[in-house]
């Protein structure tokens, strides 16, 4: 873990990080997203170690518990999800620089935990985010409702990460997030030279 390159990049639910994400590593090649791992159900089309890692609750608490995982999650689905620290390990082993998106709460463990990660906040405006998620039609009026009270809350952590970037215009945020990465690896990677 020690010596990786880490960019953290969160925010609520709807603001546009995966969109960002995407964008980002279109124009920095060095850039690799690690996989999670997770004990939700496979989807058709879906690979295991390409999409997710893909284990049952036995295994994932038993890896827990031995210490595998920089973060992790479980919801009241009772589906849970974390990042495994050998896959932040063979994305640097590779001389690449580790992409995560996370939940905000798993995003601060990662900043505290691995020195000299990055992190960047995701904001959009509470009245966007729900458009964007009644777009998706992915969930229930009552899941989304939630998912907005929960953003509020996501938002107002803001100021606890490294940089915040505000989704309202993707090209414009593209171009700020990759600024942002840009400046702060070659900064981490001058001081570990």
Known sequence: MAGNRVVVVTGPSGAGKGTLIRRLLERLPELEVAVSATTRAQRPGEEDG????????????????????????????????????SEVDRIGSRGRICVLE????????????????VTVF????VRELERRLRERATESDGEIGERIRLARRQLELRDRFDYVVRND?????????????????????????
Do not use: C, N, Q
Request: no cysteine; glycine share 6%; proline share 1%.
């Open 122 to 125: 995701i904001e959009a405006d």
């Open 50 to 85: 390409r999409d997710y890692w893909f284990v049952d609750e036995r295994e994932f608490r038993r890896r827990v518990a031995a210490g595998e995982f920089l973060e992790h999650v479980s919801y009241v689905s009772g589906k849970s999800y974390g990042t495994l620290r």
């Open 169 to 193: 215009d993707v090209e414009r945020a593209t171009a700020e997030l990759v600024d942002i990465v840009r400046r702060a690896t070659a900064v981490a990677a001058t001081m570990r030279a």
């Open 102 to 117: 996370l939940e905000t709460e798993g995003a601060l463990r990662v900043k505290e935990l691995v020195p000299g990660a």
